[in-house]
């Protein structure tokens, strides 16, 4: 039986919670620059009556967050990308209780699994962008 190796068990921990922290933090400040920057979206956002447009650019925020999520976690815990796959599991569990329990009447059911369906892959795959990032610098 191979031992546990605490300090690679530290990092992947520090990766996946970095990477929550991260999507948190990227998803909250790009609503609240829509909010800001577009008056007709604020109008919606009361009520939740967003256009298609609206609801398209909640998801280019949600992809946006789950790429800089996954690449963050895997920089961080150097494990090719195994923190990333994990911290999309954990996103897509939290988004799920979400849509499924709080807000699914809020949104057309299309916008509920468009937003739901790419969240592990896209955060699981992310660590690729930051290998052809790297290699294109080098």
């Known amino acids: 039986m191979m031992?546990?190796?605490l300090?690679?068990?530290k990092k992947t921990l520090y990766g996946i919670l970095s990477g929550l922290i991260v999507y948190a933090i990227i998803?909250?400040?790009?609503?609240y620059l829509l909010l800001k920057c577009w008056p007709?979206?604020?109008?919606a956002a009361r009520d939740k009556s967003y256009s298609f447009e609206m609801l398209l650019s909640r998801l280019s925020i949600g992809i946006f967050a789950s790429i800089l999520a996954g690449i963050?976690?895997?920089?961080?815990?150097?494990?090719g990308g195994k923190s990333a796959c994990v911290l999309g599991v954990i996103v897509f569990c939290f988004?799920?209780?979400t849509?499924?329990?709080r807000v699914w009447?809020?949104?057309p059911i299309w916008y509920h699994f468009a937003y739901l369906l790419p969240i592990i892959p896209v955060t699981g795959l992310s660590h690729h962008f930051n290998r052809s990032a790297g290699k294109k610098l080098r």
Do not use: R
């Not at 963050?72 to 815990?77: E, P, R």
């Open 95 to 97: 988004a799920a209780y």
């Open 72 to 79: 963050f976690a895997t920089k961080i815990s150097e494990d």
């Open 27 to 31: 998803g909250s400040f790009c609503l």
């Open 40 to 43: 007709a979206y604020a109008i």
């Open 7 to 9: 300090s690679a068990c």
């Open 3 to 5: 031992p546990i190796n």
């Open 99 to 101: 849509h499924f329990f």
């Open 105 to 107: 009447a809020d949104y």
